[in-house]
Structures are given as C-alpha cells and as structure tokens.
T-cell receptor
Framework: GAGVSQSPSNKVTEKGKDVELRCDPI?????LYWYRQSLGQGLEFLIY????????KSGLPSDRFSAERTGGSVSTLTIQRTQQEDSAVYLC??????????????FGPGTRLTVL | DQQVKQNSPSLSVQEGRISILNCDYT??????FLWYKKYPAEGPTFLIS?????DKNEDGRFTVFLNKSAKHLSLHIVPSQPGDSAVYFC?????????????FGTGTRLLVSP
C-alpha cells in the first residue's frame, strides 16, 4: 500500500481481556516500530524489528506485551490481561535501513485502545 | 526520565508571523534530531531533521537550529500558515548506522490564526 496501515482504528475492551493490534508497513521497508502515546505524553518506544534479526524489546512495559512480525512484513502487537493504564494510542512505523544518518520513520494512523 | 523535553505545551501565532518551537535534550549521545507534525487522528509525519554535525538545516519555510553546547534545538516556521496548526514533536536518536528507535518529546500544539 501507499502508507502504513493499522487496524483496528479504535478498540474498546474490558479490563483483563487480551487484545491484538495489527500493523501493515510500507512495502519494502525492513524496519518496523511500535510506539504508544498515552494522554498528555510523548510517543513512547515499545519494540522494533529489523529483518531477521532479534527484535529490540527494550521498551515493552511488562511481560503482558508481546509482538511478532511474520514474513518480515505484517506485525501484531498483543496485550494480555489488559489494564486501564494500557489505554493509549498505539502507533506503528516503518522505515528503510540507511547506512548512515537517522532513518525517517513513516507512521500509521494508530489504534486508539480504551480499557474500561 | 524525560530525555527530550518540549516545555511549551502550546503556542499561538498569527498567520504570516514566525513560529518558534523549542526542544531540549539531556542525552549527549543523541546525534540526530527530527521534527514530526501530527494532525488529529493521524500518525505523525516527518517534517525536517538535522545531524549533530550541523547547526542549521533549512527546507522551505521550515528551519531547524541546533545548539549542541546548550543541548537545545528549535524549529522555525516562517511565514506561519493556518495549515501549520498541529502538534509538533521533537525526536532524537543515537547511532549513525542501520536503524534507531526515536525518543520523542511530549509535543507542542501550534495554533496559527488567520
């Protein structure tokens, strides 16, 4: 597709339920990132994937959060046993890998998660 | 610990005037800085970037200035237009190869009035 797409755009769930958020990166982009933005906060890094390398999970806030990327393309972020503090907009981004200099990351529209 | 700080949550300017958005950082390992613009219900879009080896980068109406000694950067928009009204995020990264996770500030909401 032309840009990064995410689904669903909105998700309302009850505390304790599991949720899955999907990201389709830009075709050909080898790097994929997940961020989240809580109310009044900046974007918080969660995890990134680069090709077949092991993902950098250093930003995941707890072991209830996990993500996978199948076939080097689509990624799914899973939150188990959701808590109210998980409510946020979850943003996915993708980028090419450059030899030097920071990469421009292209963001999707995000999934707004509300945990009741 | 907020490594990238945008201390002004909002800024209002009149159309045609200059908008100056500020950003401070604490991590001296950061060597690349980016500005993103975000409209409601959309993801952030890349605006302009600057490497730590430079002190200025210009792209049309947008100029980013970097003061490494002060660990401060700013985004100048001139002339400002109503369509520039959005939330602006400053971001930083460390390392100059491959890919990097970005560290974002909390954003500044810019309102440009006609």
């Amino acid at each position: 597709g032309a840009g990064v797409s995410q689904s669903p755009s909105n998700k309302v769930t009850e505390k304790g339920k599991d949720v899955e958020l999907r990201c389709d990166p830009i075709s050909g982009h080898t790097a994929l990132y997940w961020y989240r933005q809580s109310l009044g906060q900046g974007l918080e890094f969660l995890i990134y994937f680069q090709g077949n390398s092991a993902p950098d999970k250093s930003g995941l806030p707890s072991d209830r959060f996990s993500a996978e990327r199948t076939g080097g393309s689509v990624s799914t972020l899973t939150i188990q046993r959701t808590q109210q503090e998980d409510s946020a907009v979850y943003l996915c981004a993708s980028s090419l890998v450059r030899v030097a200099g920071a990469n421009e990351q292209f963001f999707g529209p995000g999934t707004r998660l509300t945990v009741l | 610990d907020q490594q990238v700080k945008q201390n002004s949550p909002s800024l209002s300017v009149q159309e045609g005037r200059i908008s100056i958005l500020n950003c401070d950082y604490t991590n001296s390992m950061f060597d690349y800085f980016l500005w993103y613009k975000k409209y409601p219900a959309e993801g952030p879009t890349f605006l302009i970037s600057i490497s730590s080896i430079k002190d200025k980068n210009e792209d049309g109406r947008f100029t980013v200035f970097l003061n490494k000694s002060a660990k401060h950067l700013s985004l100048h928009i001139v002339p400002s237009q109503p369509g520039d009204s959005a939330v602006y995020f400053c971001a930083a990264s460390a390392g100059d190869t491959g890919f990097q996770k970005l560290v974002f500030g909390t954003g500044t909401r810019l309102l440009v009035s006609p």
